[in-house]
Nanobody, 121 residues
Framework: VQLVESGGELVQAGASLRLSCTAS????????VGWFRQAPGKEREFVAA????????SYVDSVKGRFVISRENTKNVVYLQMNSLKAEDTAVYYC???????????????WGQGTQVTVSS
């Protein structure tokens, strides 16, 4: 499956952004999808994940209550709605897909190229 992220941009602290992850190539609804991020000089970090039909989601503690992951399988898209953005959310955001939801926070078979989110304080 091929994944393309979009929606990243420069915003001020407190603003909102919605990232999109658009998939092609295979049956998208068979795949769990996760969002990850990597800030300069830091390791890649799991952010959020959603199960194949969208019934189960998970988040890293630092974004709970601010970010919401959702998906539209009819459009082959997964979204990451990011609210109340903070400077520490600045990173390149990647989406990834895997047939297994359970381990997606640790590994995924397919990755996008990333989209830059910069939050100015």
């Amino acid at each position: 499956v091929q994944l393309v992220e979009s929606g990243g941009e420069l915003v001020q602290a407190g603003a909102s952004l919605r990232l999109s992850c658009t998939a092609s190539g295979r049956t998208f609804r068979n795949y769990a999808v996760g969002w990850f991020r990597q800030a300069p000089g830091k390791e890649r970090e799991f952010v959020a994940a959603i199960s194949q039909l969208g019934g189960t989601t998970s988040y890293v503690d630092s974004v709970k209550g601010r970010f919401v992951i959702s998906r539209e399988n009819t459009k082959n898209v997964v979204y990451l709605q990011m609210n109340s953005l903070k400077a520490e959310d600045t990173a390149v955001y990647y989406c990834a897909a895997d047939l297994a939801y359970g381990g997606i926070s640790r590994k995924a078979d397919y990755w996008g190229q990333g989209t830059q989110v910069t939050v100015s304080s």
